[in-house]
């Protein structure tokens, strides 16, 4: 079976002219994969300039995930827009002092190396503090930076396993599953980006910048949501509930005529919008097996039979429309394609097509961030490597070619230079 690339729109563009929220701040990032990237996509959507540092001999690990488009892969497209791109051998005494005049010059630093990383490249938090003491200092970690558990490496699927939010998802038969999205990269990423707007907030009344850190271990104890005060606050160790919900019914999935319905009924007013005006049942609503969500949950086989039996007689979008009109929380259950193929996709504006040097045109999906003065910036493909390495070094530090020359022979810029 042959597929075919989705045909995308230009995307929306900003006000000409218009202000961004971090416009004027630099940022240098020394991360990869996705938790450290996503943190600087986030300041650079926002109009930071994101200044990527990679190894010169090949890049960000990510770049090799599949699947590629011109040359570069797609993951890696993904969390990288908007931002310059230079590639720098860090093992290279003369890379080290371009990366310090760069941090040098910077408000924000974003690293996620292993501990001592940093420091064997000279690019500590102390030593970058002493000579810039308003920089802000993010670290991207697993378990932490200090601690038993500084120097164990982990990774989204590990920390899921380890912090029982894995336990938590699937069905009550079944073991439990990981998500299949990186939730906890993704999460420690907007922490990360969260820490970095509090210092910038702190530096504006103390002058002076400061270490922040995130960490997936600490952010997955916080993506448990209630279920984990939940634990605390009665020992009872949470369970599998599948698609339904553990706390109130009827929520969860609902088979139509041509596929399944989500449906959220988290109470007793809802419940009533959903058998008198949706269903057209309103002897449900004064049924006494029904009238609590304590009588429903104790009764919820039966009323789901009674449900999916009223339900079976139209499609799925169909009584989406009817659940919409009497004000219950309803969607259709879809595939990733159907989606991006979705109304709702398209009036948000949240997929488009962007140029790119290698490839032509590749995918975008828009910044879920919107501000009513300050737009963020519109999107611009993630870096070839070491793409702006020239450009960077002329502008921000003011080297000439007679200086990147003796850089490279140097070997700055690793030996393919």
């Not at 009497?326 to 979705?342: D, K, L, N, W, Y």
Request: glycine share 10%; aromatic share 6%; with cysteine.
């Amino acid at each position: 079976m042959t597929t075919a690339r989705p045909q995308l729109p230009p995307p929306r563009p900003r006000a000409p002219g218009a202000p961004s929220p971090l416009q004027g701040l630099r940022v240098i990032d020394f991360s990869h994969f996705i938790a450290g990237p996503m943190c600087t996509l986030f300041l650079a959507d926002m109009g930071a300039e994101v200044i990527k540092i990679e190894n010169a001999a090949n890049g960000d690990d990510f770049r090799r995930f599949q699947p590629h488009l011109g040359g570069e892969g797609v993951p890696f497209l993904w969390v990288n827009r908007n931002k310059k791109g230079i590639a720098l051998d860090l093992t290279n005494e003369a890379a080290q002092k371009i990366a310090v005049e760069l941090v040098a010059s910077a408000d924000i630093l974003v690293e996620n190396f292993s501990r001592g990383v940093m420091e064997r490249f000279g690019l500590g938090y102390d030593a970058m503090h002493e000579r810039n003491p308003r920089l802000i200092y993010c670290s991207v970690s697993a378990y932490g930076r200090d601690g038993a558990m500084a120097d164990r490496l982990g990774f989204d699927p590990v920390i899921q396993a380890e912090t029982g939010f894995m336990s938590m998802n699937g069905f009550p038969d079944q073991e439990g599953v990981r998500t299949g999205p990186a939730v906890m990269d993704i999460s420690t990423g907007m922490t990360a980006a969260i820490a970095v707007l509090g210092a910038l907030a702190a530096r504006q009344s103390t002058g002076r910048g400061q270490r922040v850190e995130t960490a997936l271990f600490d952010t997955a104890a916080l993506m448990l949501g209630f279920h984990a005060m939940n634990y605390l606050a009665t020992g009872r160790n949470p369970t599998r509930a599948g698609n339904r919900s553990a706390d109130s019914t009827p929520t969860g999935t609902f088979q139509t005529a041509d596929g399944p319905l989500y449906i959220t009924c988290a109470n007793d007013r809802t419940y009533r919008r959903l058998v008198t005006n949706a269903l057209q049942r309103p002897g449900l609503a004064e049924d006494p097996r029904f009238l609590s969500n304590r009588d429903r949950m104790a009764h919820r086989e039966e009323l789901t039979a009674i449900i999916e039996g009223i339900l079976a007689s139209d499609s799925s979008e169909r009584w989406a429309a009817k659940m919409k009109a009497a004000g219950v929380p309803s969607g259709v259950v879809r595939t990733v394609e159907g989606a991006f193929s979705s109304f709702e996709m398209a009036e948000r504006a949240l997929a488009s097509s962007i140029a790119h040097p290698t490839a032509g045109e590749i995918p975008n999906i828009s910044s879920p961030l919107r501000f009513s003065e300050t737009p963020i910036l519109d999107p611009v493909a993630a870096p070839t490597l070491g793409q702006h390495t020239a450009e960077v070094l002329e502008r921000v530090l003011g080297y000439g070619p007679e200086r990147v020359a003796e850089l490279t022979a140097a070997g700055a810029f690793g030996t393919a230079s």
